[in-house]
């Protein structure tokens, strides 16, 4: 009985080591607009081929964060990227609000997202380059960034979502360096107009992008959160707007990511 039971656990034991193993990967990505290179953490599940590029998942990270927030926050993400089938790219920008700023010198990151992540990361990995395989979404400022990018970019993405999301930057003047991206609100007021996410929903209609979003309630972006919710339901674009208890926090995000993929895997099956 005991060598039996020695002899299941080496099998057990060897499975699980000769087990598919998603790639993590971290790249430095050349930006040329910006004369410097950028961290990057790539996840790529095993069974993820040229022949048939996995759909991809761009998770952005918040402020004061960086390329491995997503990994410590949701240290589980290899193994949903085996499961699942998807590529997750994270990359590392700063506390850049993902904006190409007309203040900070060289601060050229939605360029950067668009015009050298993107093909960066196709050229290299064996991930969809249509809409219907890319997703975007992000805690936080990465929510802001997420749901910028994709409105500003819907011939780019066709899923968006955002977590605690800053979906309103204007009632936090004085908050996150944003000043020293845009200019001080009361001199620069369109600055703030034009980059907030709430104020970029004309730029799509209904069916452009499926649209997924969520805030805790005792969460300080809460209520720009359900103002956002109310624009898209006032211009009749559809949504999934998830709201539960829970506040600016990891366990949160880490909570809300899992409602968000179920979405984005959805999409893709649909698309496909």
């Not at 410097?36 to 998942?57: L, N, R, Y």
């Not at 011939?155 to 020293?180: K, Y």
């Not at 969520?214 to 300080?220: E, H, I, N």
């Not at 995000?253 to 993929?261: E, R, S």
Request: hydrophobic share 45%; net charge negative; aromatic share 12%.
């Amino acid at each position: 009985m005991k060598r039996l039971f020695i002899f299941t656990f080496l099998l057990t034991w060897l499975a699980v080591q000769l087990a598919p193993a998603a790639t993590v990967d971290t790249l430095a990505v050349r930006s040329a607009s910006m004369d410097c290179d950028v961290p990057v953490v790539v996840i790529v599940p095993d069974a993820a081929v040229a022949e048939k590029p996995c759909p991809v998942v761009y998770l952005l990270h918040g402020y004061s964060g960086n390329e491995t927030s997503w990994l410590g926050i949701k240290p589980s993400l290899p193994a949903i990227a085996d499961r699942e089938g998807i590529a997750f790219v994270c990359p590392g920008v700063g506390n850049s609000w993902y904006l190409d700023s007309k203040v900070r010198e060289k601060s050229l990151y939605e360029t950067f997202m668009i015009r050298e992540l993107l093909p960066a990361v196709e050229g290299r990995y064996p991930v969809a380059r249509e809409r219907s395989g890319r997703a975007i979404t992000g805690l936080s400022m990465g929510g802001f960034g997420a749901m910028s990018l994709a409105m500003k970019h819907k011939d780019l993405f066709g899923a968006a979502g955002s977590t605690s999301g800053g979906l309103d930057i204007r009632p936090f003047p004085q908050n996150w360096e944003i000043p020293q991206l845009l200019g001080e609100q009361a001199e620069h007021p369109e600055a703030w107009d034009e980059a907030t996410p709430i104020n970029l929903i004309p730029l799509i209609e209904n069916g452009d992008l499926a649209i997924v979003f969520d805030c805790g309630y005792d969460d300080f972006f809460f209520g720009v959160n359900n103002d956002f919710h109310a624009e898209l339901l006032r211009r009749g674009i559809m949504h999934d707007f998830y709201v539960r208890p829970g506040g600016h926090t990891a366990a949160y995000w880490g909570n809300a990511i899992d409602f968000q993929l179920v979405f984005f895997r959805n999409f893709f099956a649909k698309s496909r």
